[in-house]
């Protein structure tokens, strides 16, 4: 696959620096995964795809992300953040994952790869989103693979500031997440803006980027204590 072209339809130019800086962080995901499981995606091909240009997709309704705020919550190895702060270098980007070992990982990737403002929280969603330093601080709050949209709102939408965006990257079950999903939008102060549906090269089924606007702040109550969303969603 030729990553540069594949992610031109995102709107995206990208340099011949940021390609090599692509395949460094893949050279890191393949070594950091023969000891710690950071991923079940281990082909470099399914890498490029499935990971970083499907976390470039976000881009189809962020736009251009330079100067702005971006927090990823559950990122995992860095995805959909690290793609993106590689893409966009002018992006202020935070990480909340909640495993310290992944923790080590992205923190190895920023290091190796000279990145700037990023800021990695090994800490809860539940915990970062009553924080003042955090709470309702980001243009857009995101995240792809964490949990159900009725969960992940509450976890999102008390770091996102009024007339930010909510993205959460979803499969199949998008359009079901979002019926389901009505009350915790009302609860939390956001509303529905689009649902994009996504292609990736050689995809066979689509995936979706579904961007929610903050219009109202987020009750002081939301989010609940930590494994509340989970076990009681709105
Ligand atoms: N976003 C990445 C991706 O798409 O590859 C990782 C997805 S992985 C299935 C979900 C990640 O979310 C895990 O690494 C898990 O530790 C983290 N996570 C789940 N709930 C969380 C929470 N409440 N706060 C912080 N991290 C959480």
New binding site residues.
Partial sequence: MDFIAAAAPYGLVLSPHQHTQFHHYLALLLEWNERFNL?AIREPEQIWRR?FLDSLSCALVTGDLNGRRLID?????G??GLPLKIAFPGLKLTL????TK?KQFLQAVVNALVLEDVTILA????TVGQQAEYREQYDIAA?????DLPVLLE?LLPLCRVGGLVVAQKGESAAAELTRATHALQLLGGEFREMKEVWLPEGTRPHYLIAIQKTQPTPMIYPRR?GQPVRRPL
Wanted: net charge neutral; no cysteine.
């Fill in positions: 991923t990971h919550v559950g990122t995992g190895a995805f959909p909340v994952e909640s495993t992944k800490e809860r969603a539940e995240a792809r693979a964490v949990a976890y930590p």
